[in-house]
């Protein structure tokens, strides 16, 4: 008898695995359009210093995430804890 709890399991989590990427490629679509978007009200407030503030921020966690996917190299160039 073949174990078909594993099989589940398995096709279980290759499901789930293929939603959340493409959940994940979704979202970094919307953050491009988003990204560009902010690009555009800045240029309108060249002089305010809250748009640099949010790409700080920004950019701190997506080096954060870009670890958590594999490469720290992001976190380290920013001194950041990981």
Do not use: C, F
């Not at 950019?59 to 958590?68: C, I, K, R, Y």
């Amino acid at each position: 008898m073949r174990n078909t709890k594993a099989q589940s399991t398995t096709k279980d989590a290759a499901r789930i695995y293929a939603e959340r990427h493409a959940e994940a490629q979704s979202l970094l679509e919307r953050i491009a359009t988003r990204l560009a978007e902010h690009k555009q009200r800045q240029a309108a407030a060249p002089a305010d210093w809250g748009w640099a503030g949010d790409l700080g921020r920004i950019t701190e966690q997506l080096a954060s995430v870009l670890a958590d996917l594999g490469d720290a190299s992001a976190v380290r160039a920013k001194g950041l804890e990981y």
